[in-house]
């Protein structure tokens, strides 16, 4: 009987670690998915359009631009910062004057927002650029993005996938980790009932079968449990494992798991002492 | 002590069973005996607080019976051994654990009755009224208030009777009364009862 005790411990552990890793697994997943889609956000920001406007209009376009929910920033380069840049860049400090007195336009540098800007954005922006007066020249392009939109669109599916996959599967596991510690509890208690039947009968103290029943299920839980969250901080605790054991997570499975055990006692066959 | 009194039970079809008074005391040896179907078994099980559904008044030391009162062990026709299980393993079932005086106690009483070198065999391979022996062994050194038999004389004879007598001493010395249940009367016993047409006489 202990032998069969403790076969039923070890195979609710083996589930419970199983449990444990799938549900590790999609948090890291996630978390690299995340990360992957994060770099390609930074990608498309490092990618702005560029607008050559006329001195007059630049703020009013770009106050309309930066008003673009898909915007994050709209940067401004006036009359005076170009004949800087000139002027420093050919040497034309004596020109600076003649330079002044040209009717240059402003450039506005656009940066997207990587989380919010795809092919519809991508319409909108030109919606909006076709609308709006005062603008000489437009340097922007679908095709600089299209590699970004590709590579996010893949990660949004593997994303979907384990999302759908891992409410599947550990909704499973834990399904049949509850009709299995309700099975073992109601098994092993049925195989019982004939040593209480005689433990009572030859004078044994009556209740302790009660109290015994009620322990077998705490512990026949409680003690994979133990090992399994015992295992998972041991291995965060070392390094060897990232994630730092979700209490709550523990919590809320070692509640449901200790409940169904429990309960498992009203299905409990009652020894009869006549 | 246990008292019944204006006890009554009424069963199924003709079935009746009535004991005007009737008192068990600590340390007695009691016989009832009677036909089959004549209420013995029933009238244990009401003593072993197994079956409640009678008339009048059963007392224990003068307060009526409540569970866990009283210790009683009672033994049937349903054996209470595990058969796979060594001798050994059953006797000391009950126990939390024993001390040293229990044990010696028990090794003594299965020396009375010849069972002494049987502690390593498997439970399954005795004989029925050793079984029952055992059974009674187990029950008495556990001291209960009450120990009932029900139908002695299908499990023990005269000789068998002869060979308990020094087990039944050391219940009687813990204070522990029995009880038992006969179809026919074993001679010898001074507290014998009958169950005649339903009712219980003294003898």
């Known amino acids: 009987m202990k032998l069969r005790y403790l076969l039923q411990i070890l195979i609710i552990l083996v589930l419970l670690i199983v449990d444990d890793g799938i549900y590790n697994l999609r948090q890291y997943s996630q978390e690299e998915l995340n990360f992957r889609a994060e770099q390609v956000y930074l990608e498309i920001e490092e990618k702005p359009a560029i607008l050559i406007v006329t001195e007059e209009q630049s703020e009013r376009i770009s106050d309309d631009i930066g008003n673009l929910y898909f915007v994050n920033k709209v940067s401004k380069q006036n009359k005076s910062e170009i004949i800087d840049i000139l002027s420093r860049q050919y040497h034309l400090d004596e020109a600076n004057s003649l330079l002044d007195e040209l009717n240059l336009p402003a450039v506005l540098e656009i940066q997207f927002k990587g989380a919010a800007f795809r092919e519809t954005e991508s319409s909108l922006f030109w919606q909006a650029t076709e609308k709006e007066e005062g603008i000489f020249q437009i340097i922007y392009t679908d095709e600089n993005y299209l590699d970004d939109w590709s590579k996010l669109d893949k990660l949004l599916e593997y994303s979907g996938l384990i999302e759908n996959y891992w409410q599947w599967i550990y909704w499973g596991l834990a399904i049949l980790l509850l009709l299995i510690v309700l099975l073992f509890r109601i098994s092993y208690e049925n195989r019982q009932v004939r040593y209480w039947q005689v433990y009572r009968r030859s004078g044994g103290k009556p209740g302790l079968s009660r109290i015994f029943k009620i322990l077998n299920s705490i512990f026949l839980v409680f003690i994979p449990l133990a090992i399994a969250m015992g295992v998972e901080y041991f291995l965060w605790v070392n390094h060897t494992f990232g994630y730092m054991p979700d209490f709550r997570f523990h919590i809320i499975r070692s509640a449901a798991l200790l409940t169904v055990s429990l309960l498992s006692l009203i299905l409990i066959r009652r020894e009869s002492y006549d | ?203």
């Open chain 2, 1 to 203: 002590m246990i008292e019944l009194k204006n006890f009554e039970i009424t069963g199924a079809g003709s079935f009746h069973l009535k004991a005007d008074e009737l008192q068990i005391k600590s340390g007695l040896f009691i016989q009832i005996s009677g036909n089959n179907n004549s209420g013995k078994s029933l009238l244990l099980k009401c003593l072993a607080g197994l079956y409640h559904n009678y008339n009048g008044e059963l007392l224990y030391n003068g307060v009526p019976e409540k569970p866990g009162h009283y210790s009683v062990i009672l033994i049937n026709d349903f054996t209470a051994v595990l058969p796979e299980k060594s001798v050994k393993y059953n006797l000391y079932l009950p126990f939390a654990r024993t001390t040293k005086r229990k044990k010696k106690l028990l090794e003594e009483m299965l020396k009375d009755c010849g069972l002494d070198k049987c502690l390593d065999r498997k439970m399954k391979t005795l004989s029925r009224s050793e079984i029952k022996i055992l059974e009674l062994i187990r029950a008495i050194i556990q001291q209960p208030h009450f120990l009932l038999i029900d139908d002695f004389d299908t499990y023990f004879d005269n000789f068998s009777l002869e060979n308990l007598t020094k087990t039944f001493d050391h219940a009687a010395k813990a204070g522990t009364a029995i009880v038992i249940t006969t179809r026919k009367k074993f001679e010898g016993i001074t507290n014998s009862y009958t169950i005649n047409s339903g009712e219980i006489h003294k003898l």
